[in-house]
Every structure is written in structure tokens, then in C-alpha cells.
């Protein structure tokens, strides 16, 4: 009886880890979007942002509920990385400015902000200009 056990919970182990490690792996695809260009422009300060933003925020719900590290993956090292209450992260990326990128003034900066909750998930995503949150 106790072989017979094991022996079913081999093959459950067997059908399910493949389907475990396909989810796993899943990463995060916006149609239109290029994360290359993206994560070229640091600090925003090329402009190529400002092309791929409408495109990111049009597939914010594939971004949501995922990762810490899918967003990662797509979006790059923040510009901006705060530590926010309860384990929280908000992560930030410039995508203009008012002025020229040699005397930023991050205040008067267009930027997207991103909530990383405490289970590292992605719960929330704005696009911010001056600190006003825009119509997302």
C-alpha cells in the first residue's frame, strides 16, 4: 500500500514539474514595446522613453502581479529604487525632463513609479510629471 503511494506521488511529481518550471520561466511581453531601447536610456536623458511609455502603460496589466525580477528583466535597473514602508519598493524611471540632462531637477521630472509589495510582487504602476500623477 505504502509503495503504491510513493509510486503515484513520483508520477505526480513527474506531470506536474515540468508545468512548475514552465511558469517559472515566464517573462513579461508587451506587443510594440522594446525593452532594449528602454533600458538604454538611463535617467531618461535620450529621449527614447518618451516613445516607448504609451506602449508600457497600454500593457500594464501584463506587468502587474508579476516579479520583482520580470520587471527587472523587462524594464532594468530603476533609475530610482526607495525603500517604502512594510517591505515595500517603489521603483522609478525617468522617462523626460524639462531641462537638458546636464542640471536634471528630478521635481520637474516625467517619471513612472512602480510598487513592489512586500511578497515582491508588482501591485502598482503610475506615470507621474512634477510629482502629479497623470491620467494612467
Not at 514539474?17 to 525593452?35: K, R, V
Not at 502587474?64 to 535597473?77: A, D, I, P, T
Request: some cysteine.
Amino acid at each position: 500500500m505504502l509503495k503504491k503511494a510513493e509510486n503515484r506521488l513520483r508520477l505526480l511529481n513527474l506531470v506536474l514539474l515540468p508545468f512548475i518550471f514552465i511558469g517559472c520561466n515566464s517573462s513579461i511581453h508587451i506587443d510594440g514595446f522594446s525593452a532594449e531601447e528602454w533600458k538604454e536610456d538611463k535617467n531618461g536623458c535620450l529621449q527614447k522613453r518618451v516613445n516607448e511609455i504609451n506602449i508600457l502603460m497600454d500593457g500594464k496589466s501584463n506587468i502587474l502581479g508579476q516579479s520583482e525580477n520580470e520587471v527587472l528583466s523587462l524594464l532594468g535597473k530603476p533609475d530610482k529604487n526607495q525603500l517604502y514602508s512594510r517591505n515595500q519598493k517603489i521603483f522609478v524611471y525617468y522617462i523626460a525632463h524639462k531641462t537638458n540632462c546636464e542640471n536634471i531637477n528630478f521635481s520637474e521630472s516625467t517619471y513612472l513609479s512602480i510598487r513592489i509589495n512586500a511578497i515582491g510582487v508588482a501591485s502598482e504602476m503610475f506615470v507621474y510629471n512634477s510629482g502629479n500623477e497623470l491620467n494612467n
